[in-house]
């Protein structure tokens, strides 16, 4: 058994029950909006980052993969290096304008915030 499973083990600590299984909760994945159905947020921030612009894509709903495929699309137009996760795409640079017009042009409902 993995140690990452250890955690999830709610209620019974050792049992002598060869038989016994152990139940975990099961965090279900959320599932992804389509694209029309998303609220973003695209903001520039500057906050605990020494200084440094970075664009913020706020607002996302669905799962990681499909969070990390979006800011792939957009690291890679913006030609910049970023992050993403929990529900957040972050892009090095001043790039409000771009993301909005990317975010646009792939039918995401995009609000220009800050």
């Not at 083990?9 to 909760?25: C, L």
């Not at 996302?60 to 993403?84: E, P, Q, R, Y």
Request: with cysteine.
């Amino acid at each position: 058994m993995a140690d990452k499973n250890k955690k999830n083990k709610t209620g019974v600590i050792y049992s002598t029950n060869p038989d016994f299984d152990y139940k975990f909760e099961g965090g279900e994945e959320a599932t992804t909006l389509e694209a029309r159905s998303q609220d973003l947020r695209v903001m520039l921030d500057k906050k605990s980052r020494a200084g440094k612009v970075v664009t913020l894509v706020t607002g996302f709903v669905g799962k990681d993969d499909d969070l990390k495929d979006l800011a792939k699309i957009l690291k890679t137009k913006c030609g910049v290096g970023g992050s993403s996760k929990d529900g957040e795409i972050v892009i090095q640079g001043d790039f409000k304008e771009k993301i909005y017009t990317i975010l646009l042009q792939l039918n995401y409902k995009v609000k220009k915030a800050g």
